[in-house]
């Protein structure tokens, strides 16, 4: 078996080399394997093995799915956090979708791609939901963008569809059509038309609708960068016009111009955040204390930075998020994690412990049971 090492990405070899087969595959596993990462997922050992074995012409597609199917099957996992089965799965299926030459643009292909991705991981796969929903962005300081609202999603997705079926591209140059790119797929993504997995489920359609209009997105960009579209998404979507906050595709469009015309714009999720972009007069008020408080955030993220070996990413963005909303002056408790992050309580008491232990939080005393704060 060939040995891998787990730092290092081992399909960039396949990606550079010539021989169009293994760099295709390599380019598929690679963007599906970094695509986990929207959603705070990391793959194993096992489907590493499993996807060199397939880019090496050892396995099909479909023998890499029954490996796996058998592999969880005999080696269950018992802990509901560990959705390590989930980010194998999903990411060995969305390598197959990026192999296979057929696509559609209609939205039936859009849902058929959620319900092939998340079949037997999700009982809403496929299925358009049927409640509003709301989700805490770090990039956003806690607020959350306003999607589709749930009794018109399907009339809205048939309307994007329709609207870029008739969307002609001809005579555009490239900065117009990389806009466009931008606002139709952030568009798209708005709607979230389904419960969960939509950022992957964008992602793959929008990268098949990218080859079918002849553009060879096969880079590492998806694959380095994921969690950097999704908040360029967010961030294309977002209004907050009373603190001079607009939505914008600014950060959309360099990442797009980077996948594909192979520019080397400087990805940084930083550089999103909307505490960059206060209104003017904001600015002046605060400006006396902005040096102590970009301290703060540096001691806070080397303090990240330790972890970042030895828990998830999931988690790091977490306490990001609940940074983020309560800096160092709020006091909060578990609830405030919960509402901030999304998890339960024995998920936000275990973000709590760990943040105490490691020197992040202090807890306070006088404001009742289990409160505590950012160490300033």
Not at 35 to 43: E, Y
Not at 89 to 110: D, G, Q
Not at 159 to 186: G, P, T
Request: contains cysteine; charged residues 30%.
């Amino acid at each position: 078996m060939t040995h891998i090492d787990m730092n290092k990405d081992p399909f960039k070899e396949y990606i550079r080399q010539s021989e169009p087969g293994k760099r295709d595959k390599g380019y598929a596993w690679q963007t599906a394997i970094g695509l986990q990462a929207v959603d705070g997922l990391k793959t194993s050992k096992y489907l590493l093995d499993t996807a060199i074995k397939n880019i090496e012409g050892e396995i099909s597609m479909a023998e890499a799915q029954n490996l796996l199917k058998s592999y969880y099957k005999e080696n269950p996992k018992h802990d509901p956090e560990d959705r390590t089965e989930e980010a194998d799965k999903v990411a060995a299926r969305i390598a197959e979708i990026l192999s296979e030459k057929s696509f559609s643009f209609t939205p039936n292909e859009y849902i058929a791609i959620h319900r092939k991705l998340f079949w037997g991981i999700y009982s809403h796969a496929g299925k358009i939901r049927d409640y509003n929903i709301t989700k805490s962005e770090w990039v956003l300081n806690g607020a959350t963008v306003l999607y589709g609202s749930a009794s018109e999603l399907r009339a809205t997705l048939d309307y994007d569809f329709s609207e870029e079926r008739r969307f002609s591209y001809k005579n555009l140059n490239m900065d117009e059509i990389i806009r466009h790119l931008a606002l139709f797929v952030s568009r798209l993504w708005q709607i979230h038309i389904f419960e969960e997995g939509n950022t992957r489920t964008t992602a793959v359609f929008f990268i098949k609708y990218l080859k079918s209009l002849g553009f060879d997105a096969t880079n590492d960009i998806f694959a380095e960068n994921s969690w950097y579209f999704r908040n360029a998404l967010v961030r294309a979507n977002y209004n907050d016009l009373k603190h001079g906050i607009h939505e914008t595709t600014e950060y959309l469009e360099l990442f797009i111009r980077n996948l594909l015309l192979d520019e080397k714009h400087e990805l940084h999720n930083r550089t999103m955040h909307i505490s960059g972009r206060l209104s003017s007069s904001q600015k002046v008020n605060i400006e006396e204390t902005k040096a102590n408080i970009e301290e703060q955030k540096v001691n806070i993220q080397k303090k990240l930075d330790k972890l970042s070996g030895s828990v998830s990413d999931k988690t790091i963005r977490h306490i990001q998020g609940i940074y983020g909303t309560c800096g160092t002056d709020k006091i909060f408790g578990r609830s405030v994690v919960e509402e901030v992050t999304g998890v339960g309580a024995t998920r936000a008491s275990g973000l709590i412990k760990l943040m105490l232990e490691s020197g992040i939080t202090e807890p306070v005393q006088g404001c009742g049971k289990g409160k505590y704060r950012f160490k300033s």
